[in-house]
C-alpha cells in the first residue's frame, strides 16, 4: 500500500518561500512519474507541477512557471516542491500524488494521493 504523506505547508506573506516535502512509504519505479496538485476552496482540484521518475522531465502550469521548481530524491522516497515568490492566489491544500506512468499532467493519470498540506498565503 502506498502512503504519501506531505509537509511543509503554512501561513505565509506575499512574496516568501515555502518548501513542501512528500514522502513516499514505498519506493516507486521507473515507471512512476510523480506531482503536485492544489486545491482551492470551491475550486477544482488542478495540476501544479509533475515530474518524471529520473527527474530528467518536468512539467509546470503556466501560473507557477518561473517561481516554482519540482524535484525528487528516489533514494529517500522524498518528492519536493519549491516555492519562490509566493502569492495569495497560490493559497490552496496542495497534494502529492504518484502517476499510472512516467508522466503525468492530468489528475485522470494518477493513483496514489496524499492528504494535502495547507498553504496560505496573505497580501
Known amino acids: 500500500q502506498v502512503q504519501l504523506v506531505e509537509s511543509g505547508g503554512g501561513r505565509v506573506q506575499a512574496g516568501d518561500s515555502l518548501r513542501l516535502s512528500c514522502v513516499n512509504s514505498?519506493?516507486?519505479?521507473?515507471?512512476?512519474?510523480m506531482g503536485w496538485f492544489r486545491q482551492a476552496p470551491g475550486k477544482e482540484r488542478e495540476i501544479v507541477a509533475a515530474?518524471?521518475?529520473?527527474?530528467?522531465?518536468?512539467y509546470y502550469a503556466d501560473s507557477v512557471k518561473g517561481r516554482f521548481s519540482i524535484s525528487r530524491d528516489n533514494a529517500k522516497n522524498t518528492l519536493y516542491l519549491q516555492m519562490n515568490s509566493l502569492r495569495p492566489e497560490d493559497t490552496a491544500v496542495y497534494y502529492c500524488a504518484v502517476a499510472l506512468s512516467i508522466m503525468g499532467v492530468n489528475r485522470q493519470q494518477y493513483r496514489y494521493w496524499g492528504q494535502g498540506t495547507q498553504v496560505t498565503v496573505s497580501s
Open positions: 515530474i518524471s521518475w529520473r527527474g530528467d522531465n518536468t
Open positions: 514505498r519506493r516507486t519505479s521507473s515507471n512512476n512519474g
